[in-house]
Every structure is written in structure tokens, then in C-alpha cells.
């Protein structure tokens, strides 16, 4: 009897992120082993998929340092690769980046960071309303000299 295979991820590049379900995308995000495999997973499949928006609020709220890291890398994902979305989509993510800054995770804080950067180097725009989001957060002046 040969072992079960649980890799989710074998394979992956014949995965069409439009076939994957909701149900589908979260057992996947729950078997990520590393930060090197949600990022690829995230950037390569999940950006793709018509619950990436969803899954970026869901998982960001999540016990699982590796979930919420996806959360942010798909953030990232979106503002660096989908240009038919909205400003206003991004300025939805604000308030969870915001609250993402206090991550202490260190996984998760450096996609928190990679996130803002993404978000800002979209348009004029969203640069100047990044920046402005920051001014008002004193306790992240650190923040602002990474974006």
C-alpha cells in the first residue's frame, strides 16, 4: 500500500485557478509549508481566481501565521499584476493593511510591508492616498521610510 500523498500542491502547474472553489482555495492556504510556497502559490494560482478578493479580507483575520501571510502576498499580487481593478478596491485594503502593521509575525509583518509597497507603486493615486494613510499613523514612521 503506497502512502497517502496530503501535498495539495503536487502539481500545481496544471491547476486552473478559475476551476479552483472557495472550499478548494482554503484547503490548499491550510497545507502551506512555507513562505516560499503560499508566495508562489499565491502570485502564480490564486491571484487568478475569482475568490482572490474574498480571500484577502477572510484570511487576514486568520490563527494561521501562513494564511494571513496569503492574505497579504495575494494584496500585493492584485496591485502589481490586475489592472481592471479599482482604486477603490485597494482602498478597502487599507484598513487591514493599517491593522496588519502590528502583525508581529515576522512572516507575515514582511508581506504586510511588501503589500503597502504594491499598493503604492499601482498608480499616482493610491501613492498619494498611502502616504496620506501613513502620515496619520505616528507610531509607523518606520514604516513609511520602507514604502
Same mark, same amino acid.
Given at each position: 500500500?503506497?502512502?497517502?500523498?496530503?501535498?495539495p500542491l503536487?502539481?500545481?502547474t496544471d491547476?486552473?485557478?478559475e476551476?479552483l472553489s472557495?472550499?478548494q482555495?482554503d484547503?490548499?492556504?491550510?497545507?502551506?509549508?512555507?513562505?516560499q510556497e503560499?508566495?508562489?502559490?499565491?502570485?502564480?494560482?490564486?491571484?487568478?481566481?475569482?475568490? #482572490?478578493?474574498h480571500?484577502? =479580507?477572510?484570511?487576514?483575520?486568520?490563527?494561521s501565521? !501562513?494564511?494571513?501571510? %496569503?492574505?497579504?502576498?495575494? $494584496?500585493?499580487?492584485?496591485?502589481e499584476?490586475?489592472?481592471?481593478?479599482?482604486?477603490?478596491?485597494?482602498?478597502?485594503?487599507?484598513?487591514?493593511l493599517?491593522r496588519?502593521?502590528?502583525?508581529?509575525d515576522p512572516?507575515?509583518?514582511?508581506a504586510?510591508? #511588501?503589500?503597502?509597497?504594491? =499598493?503604492a507603486?499601482r498608480?499616482?493615486t493610491?501613492? !498619494?492616498?498611502?502616504? %496620506?494613510?501613513?502620515a496619520? $499613523?505616528?507610531?509607523?514612521?518606520d514604516?513609511?521610510k520602507?514604502?
Amino acid at each position: 500500500m503506497q502512502p497517502k500523498d496530503d501535498n495539495p500542491l503536487r502539481g500545481y502547474t496544471d491547476i486552473d485557478a478559475e476551476d479552483l472553489s472557495e472550499a478548494q482555495l482554503d484547503r490548499i492556504a491550510e497545507r502551506f509549508a512555507t513562505p516560499q510556497e503560499c508566495d508562489r502559490i499565491c502570485r502564480e494560482i490564486f491571484v487568478a481566481n475569482r475568490w #482572490a478578493l474574498h480571500k484577502t =479580507i477572510e484570511w487576514s483575520t486568520e490563527a494561521s501565521p !501562513l494564511m494571513r501571510r %496569503a492574505a497579504f502576498v495575494l $494584496m500585493a499580487a492584485l496591485a502589481e499584476g490586475e489592472n481592471s481593478l479599482r482604486n477603490q478596491i485597494f482602498y478597502a485594503f487599507l484598513p487591514i493593511l493599517e491593522r496588519g502593521l502590528a502583525e508581529e509575525d515576522p512572516l507575515v509583518s514582511e508581506a504586510v510591508i #511588501a503589500a503597502w509597497r504594491a =499598493i503604492a507603486r499601482r498608480n499616482g493615486t493610491l501613492r !498619494l492616498r498611502v502616504e %496620506a494613510q501613513l502620515a496619520g $499613523m505616528k507610531d509607523h514612521a518606520d514604516i513609511r521610510k520602507k514604502i
